[in-house]
């Protein structure tokens, strides 16, 4: 998502940068989005039709169990239900489970089943698919990319009855339920589960609203079908059958084909369009805008925190505070992106509001900060030293549609007498150098449901290493007062409890500056007129069991 | 026609015998000439995959944190720890046993995805090497032997053809006939209408080199004394152009063509993106950027074996088209 403005992409090197970018994106654990307004407002949803969606992205893999991208999220939504759903303000509700008991000692969970439900192949759902399912999650011949950040608490399940089922934990996990609502921990048909992993990759079968039984196919698309016996909608959500008959998605790569496509009235609807092309959709007649924030971290800067200028914390808050950073954002993306506020994004569950007062401009306070820190020398450019050395920050980077912020933001921070050096790397030596902590900033955005994003991007475990692999500590934030507040965040016993410990998790995070945030990526569903009722999932990616068509 | 030209002497009945053996000689050469060919291809990906930073398992694993455990299995399972001989004789053995295994990345068997997407390439490329064939043929043949000026208008339009970066000529046909025009669809590469804009974006370029090829080695030929010979015979001057003209000039842009083929297959990439079609191309830059060394191997061994097909045509229509070679094969 950090990709605004993202061309086709041509190289290699942007290749790789999107898939890296896509990756860090697309990890983690559930929380909350805002849900934008979709015009409805009339009459009750026209049965029948057939959505033409086109997106931008494909998952390698559709099996949401195997592939972590955003991708995957969205393809398989129509498809596998959950046993739990949480909403996009994070509460949760009842769905393939009626309803849950979490033991005093929040290690085992028992979920009561929902009857009668049928998997689209025929199969009965029970507790013996439950447990098949999380099963096959975290057997490691499924090679799951996931089943370490979602299930890393799961220790085992078992069915107590046909309609009962209890999952034991290590170790406590405030966002087991969290995990449990994503597409990635879906419900698939237990039989298909035991065919070949590749076959899974094209075609899943599950409860769902919709089917496919032709499955994906990469490069082109998947289209679905409405489950005719599908009565067991989400509590809370608008209930009723599927308005859809059909659902045809096509993988549409390029963003200039994708808007010409919709404004041509070949497709009825795209996802995933830059800036400029949402600008361009605003003042056409016919056509409508639903977005909503990506909640997670906002698209920011990582400093290294571990070594190198941004080691001290004064340069990282004069950085901060020295780049007019929301200004930034309104130039270079037509003022669609808002400006950060914090370190996660407003619709993320859990954000703490009050922060935003620390993410302001000051200039006057960054050059104060900088002469604290002892760079005070100028050098013949006019750049800031310290023992004759240049205040200079290596900025890494392999997705080039960031190019236009990094030009800016370079810009500002030469007025305040630090170099900003330009590092667009193809996707291996960015790799390598992330392993070796050898930056002093890298660029993402890291999209998740919730709070328990901060864990991922700021414990120590996740500080990338070249024996640990890739992982998404990217400031390399080492801090024992964060390590511990993170842990007692898992013990929570509440979520208010969980948001409170969150909350001084984000304090801490701001204090430190361990963080340079820029923007909220944006959710873009654009749709003519007659598609009604576009709504978004928890994740931020756009709901299409309740879309219909009003003509 | 006659016994006039040296080539129709050259295919008498007489001799025809022997040049069709060193037709069987010279394919039969070739053939063991692309077994060399496909090796040095298949190593080549190899040594160039293990140069490209980057550890394998790290960029297959940047998607997103896994276990250390299941890091431990995807290593053990690709033979990505063991020492790169070891390596190396493996993944000769699997591809001399027809064995591509299965896609670090996509999961799937090889065969299967490459059996996806190559119909659409196949498909694409043949349309528009028949759509080069006929501009480029025809664009000679009208601008061949006028006034200067219109030649070197020909060769203007060509030049500004050829620099016509494909992505900004697709986007500027998708805009014009698509998405204003409404005759064409702009995404679905199964219909026979899907194909007209790619083919007319990917033959541009390959259309107006060969047209000004054509128009050389017409020029040249018309020069040739046999083309006097054939005039005081009274031959029509269209006649000429088509049946003795062309024919030499045809030698050169045979070769041209097989090569325009072969990049063509795995080269189509923007093309592809731009009218969100299916093809090699895509799958080969997802592969290499990814590390996914099957695919990166298939789609290698698949272009391979179209340019060693390619040049094999290409040398059995260099025979039918140019007698003289026929002596040459012995």
Redesign the interface.
């Known amino acids: 998502m950090g990709a605004a403005l993202r061309p086709a992409t041509t190289t290699p090197a942007a290749w790789a940068g999107a898939v890296l970018l896509l990756a860090l994106v697309a990890a983690c654990s559930p929380g909350t989005a805002g849900t934008a307004g979709s015009g409805t407002g009339d009459a009750s949803p026209r049965a029948g039709g057939t959505l033409r969606l086109a997106v931008e992205k494909e998952p390698e893999c559709l099996d949401p169990h195997q592939s972590p991208t955003e991708s995957a999220r969205l393809l398989t939504r129509p498809i596998v239900d959950s046993l739990v759903y949480q909403d996009p303000q994070g509460k949760f509700h009842p769905w393939l489970a009626r309803e849950w008991k979490v033991s005093a000692d929040k290690l085992t969970y028992t979920f009561r089943l929902r009857e009668g439900v049928t998997f689209t192949d025929g199969q009965r759902f029970d507790a013996a698919a439950v447990v098949a399912n999380l099963d096959h999650v975290v057997d490691p011949k499924t090679k799951s990319l996931l089943a370490g950040s979602l299930l890393a608490a799961y220790r085992s399940s078992k069915a107590l009855d046909p309609l009962t089922a209890e999952v034991t934990l290590k170790r406590p996990d405030s966002g087991f339920l969290a995990a449990l609502a994503q597409p990635n921990l879906g419900i698939e048909s237990p039989i298909t589960l035991k065919g070949p992993a590749s076959k899974l990759c094209a075609v899943v079968v599950g409860t769902g609203p919709f089917k496919s039984e032709t499955g994906f196919t990469s490069q082109k698309g998947i289209d679905y079908v409405r489950n005719p016996a599908y009565a067991w909608a989400p509590e809370g959500t608008k209930s009723g059958p599927v308005p859809l008959d059909r659902i045809e998605v096509t993988v549409v790569p390029d963003n200039s084909a994708r808007l010409g496509a919709l404004t041509s009235g070949q497709v009825d609807a795209v996802t995933g369009l830059a800036p400029a092309s949402v600008g361009t959709l605003k003042s056409t007649p016919g056509f409508t805008l639903h977005t909503t924030r990506f909640p997670g971290a906002n698209y920011s800067y990582w400093p290294n925190t571990e070594k190198g200028p941004l080691s001290d914390v004064n340069v990282r808050r004069a950085l901060r505070a020295g780049v007019d950073w929301r200004q930034i954002v309104k130039n270079v993306y037509f003022g669609v992106y808002d400006g950060a506020q914090g370190p996660l994004s407003a619709s993320t569950p859990g954000f703490d509001g009050s922060l935003a007062p620390a993410y302001g401009h000051d200039p006057a306070e960054a050059n104060r900060l900088l002469d604290q820190a002892g760079w005070t020398g100028r050098d013949a450019a006019g750049y800031r030293t310290k023992d004759g050395k240049r205040l200079t920050l290596r900025h890494m980077w392999s997705d080039p549609s960031v190019s236009n912020l990094a030009v800016q933001i370079q810009a500002a921070a030469k007025r305040l007498g630090v170099e900003i050096v330009e590092e667009n790397l193809d996707g291996g030596t960015f790799v390598n150098r992330l392993l070796a902590g050898d930056y002093e900033l890298i660029d993402t955005s890291f999209s998740a449901p919730g709070p328990d994003v901060l864990r991922v991007l700021f414990s120590a475990e996740n500080i990338p290493t070249p024996e640990r692999g890739i992982s998404n500590n990217m400031a390399r934030y080492d801090d024992p007062r964060t390590e511990d507040a993170l842990k007692r965040a898992l013990d929570a016993a509440s979520q208010s409890e969980q948001f409170g410990v969150y909350a001084e998790v984000q304090r801490r995070i701001t204090e430190d500056a361990a963080v340079l945030p820029i923007y909220s990526p944006l959710s873009v569903v654009a749709a003519r007129d007659g598609v009604r009722d576009v709504r978004f999932n928890v994740d931020g990616s756009p709901d299409l069991s309740g879309v219909w068509l009003a003509s | 026609m006659a016994g006039v030209l040296r080539m129709r002497e050259a295919a008498a009945p007489g001799r025809s015998g022997t040049a069709r053996g060193a037709l069987v000689r010279l394919v039969l050469v070739r053939l063991a000439a692309s077994f060399a060919v496909l090796w040095g291809a298949v190593t080549a990906t190899f040594v160039l995959l293990q140069v490209?930073?980057?550890?394998t398992?790290?960029?297959l694993?940047?998607?997103?944190?896994?276990?250390?455990?299941?890091?431990a299995?995807?290593v053990a399972?690709y033979g990505l720890d063991d020492p790169l001989p070891v390596q190396y004789l493996t993944y000769l053995g699997r591809i001399a046993r027809g064995e591509f295994g299965?896609s670090y990345?996509?999961?799937?068997?090889v065969w299967?995805?490459i059996a996806?997407?190559l119909p659409d390439t196949l498909l694409l490329v043949a349309t528009t090497l028949l759509v080069t064939v006929v501009v480029s043929v025809l664009a000679g043949l009208l601008s061949v032997n006028r006034r200067a000026w219109v030649r070197s208008l020909f060769a203007a339009a060509e030049s500004l053809v050829v620099a016509l970066p494909p992505?900004w000529l697709g986007?500027l046909l998708?805009?014009v006939f698509?998405?204003?025009l409404?005759w064409f669809?702009?995404?679905?590469?199964s219909s026979p209408a899907g194909l007209v804009l790619p083919t007319v974006a990917l033959a541009a370029g390959p259309a107006a080199v060969v047209a000004g090829v054509l128009r050389e080695g017409l020029l040249r030929a018309m020069e040739e004394p046999f083309v006097v010979t054939a005039r005081a015979r009274g031959i029509g001057e269209a006649a000429l152009r088509l049946r003795h003209v062309l024919r030499h000039a045809l030698l050169p842009v045979t070769t041209l063509l097989g090569w325009i083929a072969g990049s063509l297959i795995g080269g189509a990439?923007?093309i592809?993106?731009?009218?969100?079609?299916?093809?090699i191309g895509?799958?080969a830059?997802?592969a290499?950027?990814?590390?996914d060394m099957p695919v990166v191997v298939a789609v290698v061994l698949v272009t391979a074996v179209a340019f060693v097909l390619l040049t094999i045509t290409v040398d059995i229509l260099t025979w039918v088209i140019d007698p003289r070679t026929r002596d040459a094969g012995r």
């Open positions: 490209m930073p980057g550890s398992a790290d960029v694993l940047a998607r997103s944190s896994v276990t250390p455990a299941i890091r299995r995807l399972e299965e990345v996509l999961r799937r068997p299967d995805e996806a997407q992505f986007l998708l805009t698509s998405f204003t409404h669809p702009a995404i679905g590469s990439v923007i592809e993106i731009v009218f969100s079609r299916q093809g895509r799958l830059l997802s290499v950027a990814n590390k």
